[in-house]
């Protein structure tokens, strides 16, 4: 018996005014499974992502997260009521670039914040579940600290954790270690390294080519708004297809060769 994939999109589309980012879409991922999105910027990779936890709004196509569809037909879409649609967003937590932590907030309260305010979670039981999430990230000691005291890895798995409070179905990562500073990189991978081994549906749009090699189930490679090639990272980074696949990791392929040089 084949088992229902936890996010079906089918032929999604999304334009700014004349600007087609997104032509026609469609993937399937199943429960447990990572899903790494790579490619050149301004690929629709992001909008991708926004448009699954619909900060973004598809002109065309379907979403279906868990048991939950919903239908868009250009300006005829009819957006289900806003509790539907909150419950539909929380089913989807997202990691920004620029972490988007409220700054009058320390890092416990930023994360108490979803579970309290939307989901209604009582205070005490929202503090503990938070308390346990920080620790989860190496955060545990940083809970009375404010952003403005927190190191950009730092303030990155705070977002995590605040994501996951929410207990989303699947997280979104939006090249969540891009303004990162090179040595904070692997504290934040390590993170999503571990979510992916507790078997967190995760989609990720990223540059770290040799991560998404080590953590992904599949990959795909968008170009130009399409999914240019698709499949496991043994075949879509070791042994590409598309001509456009192989020129884009060729310049990731080089980086790692000279790195290998200079290493040895």
Known sequence: MSVQPLIDISQLKKA????VVLKDITLQLEKGKVLAMIGPSGSGKSTLLRCINLLSVPDGG????????IEFKGA???LPPERTLARFRAST??????FNLFPHMTALQNVMEGPVTVLKTPKAQAEAEARALLAKVGLLERAGYYPDKLSGGQKQRVAIARALAMKPAVMLFDEATSALDPELVGEVLNVIKGLAA?????ILVT????????????VIFMRDGVV????PPSVVIDNPQQESTRAFLGRFKASEAAQATAAG
Not at 62 to 69: K, N
């Open 76 to 78: 005829h879409t009819r």
């Open 207 to 218: 540059h770290e080519i040799a991560f998404a090699r080590e953590v992904a189930d599949q």
């Open 93 to 98: 937590g997202m990691v920004f670039q620029h």
């Open 198 to 202: 507790e078997g967190m549906t995760m």
């Open 228 to 231: 240019a090639e698709s499949g």
């Open 62 to 69: 379907a979403i279906r997260v868990g048991e939950q569809t």
């Open 16 to 19: 700014f005014g004349q600007n």
